[in-house]
């Protein structure tokens, strides 16, 4: 069965620290995608990334990095040099690629506040 | 603009009065998605559809119904709604093959539901 653990409810931090999101999950199948949305306080969902099962490289889009690890299930996220606009609930999320099948799990979310 | 809609954004109803939160999406994709969000809960799928005529259950089905008549809706129906249904849900949808291809999903803004 899918699941996806994401065991920071709510983490605040100094604008201009580094924080790591930490995103666990659980899946028997050998090829599944997991992703990563933003909802900042204006509600709207927005997608950040995609990773799928057979690409492990980790990837940085200007302070956003992800670190994906097979022999850990997990698929953390980075924010380097916190800005205020970083404020949001972050959910990551897995789906299994089974044709069949087109369910996605999502976490329960991390809170995460910038503070200035 | 590409776009998923949804309407009403907000709306406050009685227990038991049937209602029906509509979904559009503009970008010819097949597969289409209805969520709600709970604190501490994340997102939970309660249907999807792979393409007209074609919906199945997602992890929290019971007390609605779908349809997918035509492409580009996909409704949401509550037959007699109760205040544990009092939730955000969104409405997503997602190219061809949607979730089996790691497709991301694009989400419409919610709507608000409150049952008394």
């Known amino acids: 069965a899918q699941k996806v653990t994401q065991a920071q409810t709510e983490i605040s931090v100094v604008e201009k620290e580094d924080v790591t999101l930490d995103c666990v999950y659980e899946?028997?199948?050998?090829?599944?995608?997991l992703f990563w949305y933003k909802q900042p306080p204006s509600g709207e969902l927005v997608f950040l990334i995609r990773r799928n099962s057979f690409d492990e490289q980790n990837e940085i889009s200007g302070r956003y990095s992800w670190n994906f690890q097979k022999s850990t299930s997990s698929f953390n996220f980075t924010i380097t040099a916190s800005q205020v606009v970083d404020s949001a609930v972050y959910f990551c999320?897995?789906?299994?690629?089974?044709?069949?099948?087109?369910?996605?799990?999502f976490g329960s979310g991390t809170r995460l506040s910038i503070r200035p | 603009e590409a776009q998923v809609t949804q309407n009403p954004r907000y709306l406050i109803t009685v227990t038991g009065k049937k209602l029906t939160v509509t979904c559009s999406q503009n970008?010819?994709?097949?597969?289409m998605s209805w969520y709600r969000q709970d604190p501490g809960l994340g997102l939970r799928q309660i249907y999807y559809s792979m393409n007209v005529e074609v919906t199945d259950k997602g992890d929290v089905p019971e007390g609605y119904k779908v349809s997918r008549k035509e492409k580009r809706n996909f409704p949401l129906i509550l037959e007699s709604p109760s205040p544990n249904q009092t939730s955000l849900y969104f409405c997503?949808?997602?190219?061809?093959?949607?979730?089996?291809?790691?497709?991301?999903?694009?989400f419409g803004p919610g709507t608000r539901l409150t049952v008394l």
């Open positions: 899946t028997r199948d050998t090829t599944y995608y």
């Open positions: 997503a949808s997602s190219p061809t093959s949607g979730l089996a291809r790691g497709n991301e999903q694009f």
């Open positions: 970008m010819n994709h097949e597969y």
């Open positions: 999320a897995l789906s299994e690629a089974r044709s069949s099948a087109s369910k996605i799990i």
